[in-house]
């Protein structure tokens, strides 16, 4: 999996995901959006799990493992948000919890040293 281990594939599939997510979001039937969108779920997992084996050479097994997770988390946040709304039940909640991963993987996604890391 080292040819996928690429941040920019990595960037390409959470950008699309995010944008599919908001459309899923602002549409009244949003059946085959958020179908197409769980598909970009497992390009961002597979993406991410590539990098994070390679992301193991550099030593800093903890802060890759909390990006696993944020990571894991803005999508399991996304998926509730959507069901949810579907269901008629109340979705603010996971909607802020969305956000505060997105910015938690975020932040640690450019403070990691593979790619961009203006934050380190
Ligand atoms: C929507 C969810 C996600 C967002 C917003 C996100 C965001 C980011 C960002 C901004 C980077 C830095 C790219 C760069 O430095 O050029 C990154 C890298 C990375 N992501 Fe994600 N990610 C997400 C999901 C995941 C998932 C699910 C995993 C694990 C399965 C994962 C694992 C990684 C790893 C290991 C890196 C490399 C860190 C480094 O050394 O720079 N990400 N991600």
Request: proline share 2%; charged share 15%; glycine share 10%.
């Amino acid at each position: 999996m080292d040819f996928l281990a690429r941040t920019d594939f990595h960037i390409t599939t959470w950008v699309v995901g995010l944008i599919l997510f908001f459309v899923a979001l602002a549409m009244a039937n949003p059946k085959v959006v958020h179908m197409i969108l769980r598909l970009d779920y497992l390009f961002i997992i597979v993406t991410g799990m590539a990098l994070f084996m390679k992301g193991m050479d550099y030593g800093e097994g903890m802060l890759y493992g909390m990006k696993f997770l944020a990571g894991i988390l803005v999508i399991g946040m996304m998926e509730m948000t959507l069901v949810k709304k579907k269901k008629g039940k109340p979705y603010t909640t996971f909607l802020v919890l969305v956000f505060v991963f997105f910015f938690i993987a975020l932040f640690l996604g450019f403070k990691l040293p593979m790619g961009i890391n203006f934050l380190a």
